[in-house]
């Protein structure tokens, strides 16, 4: 399996996509930090009042995360669901699978090797994120928690394991290009789904309310990716003493997930790993 590993890191490393990301990310940054210069300056010189500093914080940061969010579940999609089906397409799994080398290994070391490239990414981007707002914010209530900063990162780790984890499935089962646009419109239907589930939280008439919370929830269970950023934003804006202080919007809100739905998101990851397995186990190359 370390070969494997190896092998697929080494092949991530050489992919033009991953080069593309990280100029559009540099390029995202570049933009981003100048707006947070020139925003927070203009807060800081015009603005007192802490709940309308506060407000602007939490969806300044909120969409920055977002974003990001975007970036990374592209970069996870189409890094993996070309990770098995293009190899069997290109005929190459007839030599590799000719050596002692189980199935498995070859899954869970594309599994592995793909991760092993963007998690760095994430944590980078996440810390470059929150570096800009730290940076041009001082004195403006930008003070997060370490505790927070680092369980949030962690939770956003499982946003590119899901991805990942669904792409390697759909790559063992269908061609590159079936497989790019199914996770591309789940993707999307979990996004939507997120935004439902949070209006339905300002409508009043309650068959609206219920219809619109009910196929939140369900999105969320077939794709629970937008969950997954909901709770990195909010336990980000979580203090030391427990107070959530993130604000309701689009893009952030103070409810988090709960913690049956964490769990629920690690058995889901651990679930569609272990079909994939079982698909390649039963796949005729």
Not at 22 to 36: D, E, N, R
Not at 46 to 70: K, W
Not at 161 to 184: E, N, Q, R
């Amino acid at each position: 399996m370390r070969t494997i590993i190896r092998l697929t890191f080494l092949e991530m490393k050489k992919k033009k996509i991953l080069y593309l990301t990280l100029i559009l990310t540099a390029i995202f940054l570049l933009l981003y930090g100048t707006a947070a210069k020139y925003a927070y300056q203009s807060f800081e010189a015009n603005t007192n009042d802490a709940v309308i500093r506060l407000t602007f914080i939490n969806q300044f940061i909120s969409m920055g995360m977002y974003v990001a969010g975007f970036i990374i579940a592209f970069l996870s999609i189409f890094s993996s669901v070309g990770a098995i089906a293009s190899e069997i397409e290109n005929g190459t799994y007839d030599a590799v699978l000719s050596k002692p080398i189980a199935r498995y290994e070859v899954v869970l070391g594309k599994f592995i090797g793909i991760l092993l490239i963007l998690i760095p990414y994430v944590t980078i981007l996440y810390l470059s994120i929150i570096g800009i707002n730290v940076m041009f914010g001082e004195g403006v209530i930008v003070n997060f928690a370490i505790a927070s900063v680092v369980k949030s990162l962690l939770t956003l780790y499982l946003l590119p394991i899901v991805l990942t984890s669904i792409g390697i499935f759909l790559s063992c089962s269908i061609s590159t290009m079936a497989a790019g646009v199914i996770v591309v419109i789940l993707y999307f239907c979990g996004m939507i789904g997120g935004f439902l589930e949070k209006m339905s939280f300002f409508i009043t008439a309650e068959t609206a309310k219920s219809v619109m919370s009910n196929i939140g929830i369900v999105t969320s269970l077939i794709m629970p990716s937008d969950v997954i950023y909901r709770k990195a934003s909010s336990i980000l804006f979580t203090t030391k003493s427990g107070l959530n202080l993130s604000i309701d919007g689009m893009v952030g809100g103070n409810i988090q997930p709960s913690s049956f739905m964490m769990g629920y998101i690690g058995v889901y990851i651990i679930v569609i790993v272990i079909l994939a397995l079982r698909r390649f186990q039963k796949r005729d190359l």
